[in-house]
Protein backbone atom coordinates (compact mmCIF):
# COMPACT_ATOMS: atom_id res chain seq x y z
CA UNK A 1 0.00 0.00 0.00
CA UNK A 2 0.77 3.60 -0.48
CA UNK A 3 1.62 5.37 2.74
CA UNK A 4 0.99 9.01 3.00
CA UNK A 5 2.57 11.38 5.20
CA UNK A 6 0.97 14.82 6.09
CA UNK A 7 2.03 17.38 7.99
CA UNK A 8 1.38 19.40 10.19
CA UNK A 9 -0.77 17.19 12.17
CA UNK A 10 -2.47 20.70 13.81
CA UNK A 11 -1.95 24.18 13.05
CA UNK A 12 -3.72 27.50 14.11
CA UNK A 13 -3.97 30.71 12.21
CA UNK A 14 -5.51 34.22 11.42
CA UNK A 15 -8.32 34.90 9.31
CA UNK A 16 -6.50 36.32 6.12
CA UNK A 17 -3.93 34.11 6.79
CA UNK A 18 -2.29 32.13 3.78
CA UNK A 19 -1.25 28.11 4.90
CA UNK A 20 0.46 25.25 3.18
CA UNK A 21 -0.45 22.00 4.14
CA UNK A 22 2.10 19.33 2.96
CA UNK A 23 1.55 15.90 1.64
CA UNK A 24 3.95 13.07 0.71
CA UNK A 25 3.60 9.68 -0.53
CA UNK A 26 5.72 6.38 -0.36
CA UNK A 27 5.93 6.17 -4.19
CA UNK A 28 4.66 8.38 -6.66
CA UNK A 29 1.16 9.08 -7.99
CA UNK A 30 2.01 11.01 -10.36
CA UNK A 31 -0.95 13.86 -10.44
CA UNK A 32 -3.23 11.27 -8.88
CA UNK A 33 -3.68 13.06 -5.46
CA UNK A 34 -6.94 14.67 -4.13
CA UNK A 35 -7.96 16.80 -0.90
CA UNK A 36 -11.08 17.38 0.95
CA UNK A 37 -11.89 19.03 3.69
CA UNK A 38 -14.07 17.41 6.91
CA UNK A 39 -15.84 19.00 9.50
CA UNK A 40 -17.30 17.46 12.89
CA UNK A 41 -20.03 15.26 11.94
CA UNK A 42 -19.99 15.40 8.62
CA UNK A 43 -18.93 13.11 5.27
CA UNK A 44 -15.09 14.57 3.60
CA UNK A 45 -15.55 17.35 1.14
CA UNK A 46 -13.66 17.18 -2.42
CA UNK A 47 -11.69 20.29 -3.09
CA UNK A 48 -8.69 19.22 -5.60
CA UNK A 49 -8.41 16.43 -8.08
CA UNK A 50 -5.79 15.92 -9.85
CA UNK A 51 -2.89 17.56 -7.75
CA UNK A 52 -4.37 20.85 -8.97
CA UNK A 53 -7.92 20.96 -10.21
CA UNK A 54 -10.55 23.10 -8.14
CA UNK A 55 -13.91 21.11 -7.32
CA UNK A 56 -16.17 22.60 -9.27
CA UNK A 57 -18.03 25.50 -6.88
CA UNK A 58 -15.49 26.13 -4.68
CA UNK A 59 -13.70 29.58 -3.66
CA UNK A 60 -10.33 29.93 -5.56
CA UNK A 61 -8.40 30.85 -2.29
CA UNK A 62 -8.01 27.29 -2.21
CA UNK A 63 -5.16 25.66 -4.72
CA UNK A 64 -3.22 22.58 -4.85
CA UNK A 65 0.08 21.58 -6.68
CA UNK A 66 2.90 19.04 -6.58
CA UNK A 67 3.25 16.20 -8.64
CA UNK A 68 5.23 12.69 -8.18
CA UNK A 69 5.59 12.33 -4.20
CA UNK A 70 4.88 15.71 -3.14
CA UNK A 71 2.27 18.06 -2.76
CA UNK A 72 0.57 21.30 -0.86
CA UNK A 73 -2.80 22.78 -0.36
CA UNK A 74 -2.99 26.19 0.31
CA UNK A 75 -5.75 28.34 1.31
CA UNK A 76 -4.89 31.99 0.82
CA UNK A 77 -7.07 34.48 3.08
CA UNK A 78 -8.20 32.30 5.27
CA UNK A 79 -11.93 32.41 6.19
CA UNK A 80 -13.57 31.70 9.56
CA UNK A 81 -15.15 28.43 7.94
CA UNK A 82 -12.49 27.40 6.77
CA UNK A 83 -11.87 25.89 10.04
CA UNK A 84 -12.15 22.59 9.72
CA UNK A 85 -9.62 18.89 9.25
CA UNK A 86 -7.82 18.81 5.72
CA UNK A 87 -6.99 15.33 4.72
CA UNK A 88 -4.89 14.26 0.83
CA UNK A 89 -5.73 10.77 -0.94
CA UNK A 90 -4.06 9.03 -3.32
CA UNK A 91 -5.93 7.34 -6.09
CA UNK A 92 -3.48 6.31 -8.53
CA UNK A 93 -3.40 2.77 -6.88
CA UNK A 94 -5.84 0.67 -4.65
CA UNK A 95 -6.42 0.59 -1.89
CA UNK A 96 -6.88 4.61 -2.50
CA UNK A 97 -5.09 5.81 1.15
CA UNK A 98 -5.51 8.83 2.67
CA UNK A 99 -2.86 10.52 5.36
CA UNK A 100 -3.91 11.23 8.53
CA UNK A 101 -5.27 14.72 8.37
CA UNK A 102 -4.58 18.31 9.51
CA UNK A 103 -6.87 20.23 11.69
CA UNK A 104 -6.81 23.95 10.81
CA UNK A 105 -7.98 26.10 13.87
CA UNK A 106 -8.81 29.69 12.87
CA UNK A 107 -8.03 32.25 15.68
CA UNK B 1 -31.50 16.49 -6.32
CA UNK B 2 -27.55 14.40 -6.96
CA UNK B 3 -27.27 12.82 -3.60
CA UNK B 4 -26.35 9.33 -1.43
CA UNK B 5 -28.31 8.26 0.92
CA UNK B 6 -27.16 5.76 3.10
CA UNK B 7 -29.37 3.37 5.69
CA UNK B 8 -29.46 4.18 9.04
CA UNK B 9 -27.29 3.69 12.93
CA UNK B 10 -26.49 -0.13 12.93
CA UNK B 11 -25.65 -2.17 16.28
CA UNK B 12 -23.89 -5.46 16.18
CA UNK B 13 -22.47 -7.83 18.59
CA UNK B 14 -18.99 -9.64 17.78
CA UNK B 15 -18.56 -11.84 15.10
CA UNK B 16 -22.20 -10.60 13.52
CA UNK B 17 -22.76 -9.50 10.30
CA UNK B 18 -23.84 -5.52 9.35
CA UNK B 19 -25.06 -4.79 5.65
CA UNK B 20 -25.39 -0.76 5.05
CA UNK B 21 -27.13 0.63 1.58
CA UNK B 22 -26.27 3.48 0.09
CA UNK B 23 -29.04 4.92 -2.64
CA UNK B 24 -27.86 7.18 -5.58
CA UNK B 25 -30.99 9.72 -6.64
CA UNK B 26 -30.58 12.84 -9.42
CA UNK B 27 -27.90 11.32 -11.53
CA UNK B 28 -27.31 8.57 -14.41
CA UNK B 29 -26.44 5.01 -11.62
CA UNK B 30 -24.46 3.27 -14.12
CA UNK B 31 -22.23 5.77 -15.55
CA UNK B 32 -20.12 5.75 -12.00
CA UNK B 33 -18.30 3.44 -9.48
CA UNK B 34 -18.83 3.94 -5.90
CA UNK B 35 -16.63 3.26 -3.14
CA UNK B 36 -17.11 2.73 0.68
CA UNK B 37 -14.89 4.42 2.89
CA UNK B 38 -14.96 4.50 7.15
CA UNK B 39 -13.79 6.50 9.78
CA UNK B 40 -13.35 5.29 13.45
CA UNK B 41 -13.75 7.48 15.93
CA UNK B 42 -10.91 10.65 16.22
CA UNK B 43 -9.04 8.70 13.19
CA UNK B 44 -8.73 9.55 9.46
CA UNK B 45 -11.05 7.92 6.11
CA UNK B 46 -9.72 4.33 5.68
CA UNK B 47 -10.60 3.43 2.04
CA UNK B 48 -12.40 -0.09 1.82
CA UNK B 49 -13.16 -1.05 -1.56
CA UNK B 50 -14.63 0.03 -4.97
CA UNK B 51 -17.82 -1.25 -6.89
CA UNK B 52 -18.89 -0.46 -9.86
CA UNK B 53 -22.46 0.93 -10.80
CA UNK B 54 -22.13 -0.67 -14.36
CA UNK B 55 -21.63 -4.24 -14.19
CA UNK B 56 -20.76 -4.35 -10.45
CA UNK B 57 -17.30 -5.29 -11.02
CA UNK B 58 -15.78 -4.89 -7.38
CA UNK B 59 -12.46 -4.07 -5.75
CA UNK B 60 -11.66 -4.48 -2.19
CA UNK B 61 -8.85 -3.52 0.00
CA UNK B 62 -6.25 -6.54 1.18
CA UNK B 63 -6.79 -6.01 4.50
CA UNK B 64 -11.03 -6.76 4.20
CA UNK B 65 -10.52 -9.50 1.07
CA UNK B 66 -13.03 -12.42 2.69
CA UNK B 67 -15.15 -10.72 4.75
CA UNK B 68 -16.07 -7.60 2.66
CA UNK B 69 -18.74 -7.99 -0.04
CA UNK B 70 -20.14 -4.50 -2.28
CA UNK B 71 -23.30 -5.10 -4.43
CA UNK B 72 -25.07 -3.22 -6.97
CA UNK B 73 -29.04 -3.10 -7.47
CA UNK B 74 -29.10 -1.17 -10.77
CA UNK B 75 -33.12 -1.33 -10.80
CA UNK B 76 -33.38 0.82 -7.65
CA UNK B 77 -29.41 2.64 -8.27
CA UNK B 78 -29.01 1.00 -4.53
CA UNK B 79 -25.24 -0.29 -3.41
CA UNK B 80 -24.88 -2.33 -0.36
CA UNK B 81 -21.44 -3.02 1.75
CA UNK B 82 -21.60 -5.97 3.99
CA UNK B 83 -18.98 -6.83 6.58
CA UNK B 84 -18.87 -9.71 8.12
CA UNK B 85 -17.25 -11.79 11.30
CA UNK B 86 -17.51 -8.54 12.80
CA UNK B 87 -15.18 -6.90 16.22
CA UNK B 88 -14.73 -3.62 18.03
CA UNK B 89 -11.93 -2.66 15.78
CA UNK B 90 -15.18 -2.39 13.16
CA UNK B 91 -16.96 0.19 15.42
CA UNK B 92 -16.71 3.20 12.63
CA UNK B 93 -18.83 5.72 10.40
CA UNK B 94 -19.18 4.01 7.08
CA UNK B 95 -19.67 6.43 4.05
CA UNK B 96 -20.58 5.31 0.52
CA UNK B 97 -18.37 7.81 -1.95
CA UNK B 98 -19.12 8.27 -5.67
CA UNK B 99 -16.42 7.95 -8.31
CA UNK B 100 -15.25 11.61 -9.77
CA UNK B 101 -12.32 12.82 -11.84
CA UNK B 102 -8.91 10.61 -11.53
CA UNK B 103 -10.46 8.63 -8.52
CA UNK B 104 -11.60 11.35 -6.43
CA UNK B 105 -14.54 11.11 -4.59
CA UNK B 106 -17.20 13.65 -4.99
CA UNK B 107 -20.28 12.74 -4.16
CA UNK B 108 -20.70 11.51 -0.46
CA UNK B 109 -23.33 9.94 1.44
CA UNK B 110 -24.47 10.99 5.09
CA UNK B 111 -22.68 8.29 6.83
CA UNK B 112 -23.69 5.08 8.74
CA UNK B 113 -22.75 4.41 12.53
CA UNK B 114 -22.12 0.94 12.91
CA UNK B 115 -21.20 0.08 16.71
CA UNK B 116 -19.72 -3.38 17.59
CA UNK B 117 -19.79 -3.93 21.19
CA UNK B 118 -21.03 -6.89 23.42
Known amino acids: DIQMTQFPSSLSASVGDRVTITCRTS??????LNWYQQKPGTAPNLLIY???SLQRGLPSRFSGSGSGTDFTLTISGLQPEDSATYYC?????????FGQGTKLEIK | QVQLMQSGAEVRKPGASVEVSCRAS????????VAWVRQAPGQGPEWMGW????????NYAQKFQGRLTMTIDKSTSTVYMELRSLTSDDTAVYYC???????????WGQGTLVTVSS
Open chain 2, 97 to 107: ARDGSRGSSDL
Open chain 2, 26 to 33: GYNFTRFG
Open chain 2, 51 to 58: ISGYNGNT
Open chain 1, 27 to 32: QSVRTY
Open chain 1, 50 to 52: DAS
Open chain 1, 89 to 97: QQSSTTPRT
